[in-house]
């Protein structure tokens, strides 16, 4: 009885088609956000900023000493933001494994990554940490060469927040690493009109000029390469 109950129910939607549904879902989706998730938008604690600004410049260093020596202040501010518990965070159970796992994708180091970014989803309190946490592991994933199991995290990620960018721009690189290029068009085609990518604080910006898969995109998909002539990226 179990299997034929099994066989005769409804598949779920293809991937691709999931993509088109939560394309569609972003209008409705916008000013519906739950006001938990508006607080915790707004919500970076000094130790978290800190932490942030060390990363951001470790990943424009080439030179091997500076990078060690960023990378020593990184490990040091991360003792430092464990002691604090958070820096007085209100979620510091989901914060404190969210930036080790940011620590441990800055240092190149994505299976622990992926091991921190797990355990701060059981600990997420609302859907936007809930989309961050999704996003990240689909990152690490994709870091790792899983590019197929990268897809599914990403597509939850954005199920989670139709409205959290950086996650639509992880799900367009894990669809265009797995080999399917045209749901990562149809995103490039549609989602980065949500943010202007003519601004310096663009998401899109900063991920198109960023990451070598949007570098590959642009090679071989004109909605890429349409991006690229608004950034004015060489």
């Given at each position: 009885m179990r299997d034929r109950v099994r066989q005769s129910a409804p598949a779920p939607?293809?991937?691709?088609d999931r993509v088109r549904e939560l394309i569609d879902a972003i209008d409705e989706q916008?000013?519906?956000r739950e006001p938990g998730v508006v607080v915790a938008l707004r919500e970076r604690v000094a130790d978290q900023v800190e932490l942030n600004m060390l990363m951001n410049q470790?990943?424009?260093?080439?030179e091997p000493v500076l990078k060690r020596r960023i990378g020593e202040q990184i490990r040091e501010k991360q003792r430092q933001f464990h002691a604090s518990n958070g820096g007085g965070h209100s979620t510091p159970a989901w914060i404190i494994p969210t930036m080790d796992a940011c620590v441990a994708i800055t240092?190149?180091?994505a299976h622990a990554a992926l091991n921190r970014d797990r355990a701060a989803l059981a600990q997420a309190r609302n859907n936007w940490q809930r989309a961050i946490s999704l996003a990240n592991i689909s990152d690490s994933l994709r870091e790792m060469g899983r590019y197929a199991e990268a897809v599914r995290p990403a597509l939850q990620a954005i199920a989670a927040d139709p409205l959290y960018l950086s996650g639509w721009c992880y799900l367009t690189m894990a669809l265009w690493k797995s080999g399917r290029g045209e749901a990562a068009a149809e995103i490039l085609r549609t989602v980065p009109a949500m943010d202007d990518v003519n601004k310096p604080s663009s998401v899109w910006r900063s991920y198109l000029t960023s990451y070598n898969e949007f570098g590959e995109m642009r090679h071989a998909l004109p909605e890429a390469q349409h991006l690229f002539s608004i950034v004015g990226a060489a």
């Open positions: 939607p293809a991937a691709d916008r000013g519906k470790m990943k424009e260093v080439e240092l190149g180091d």
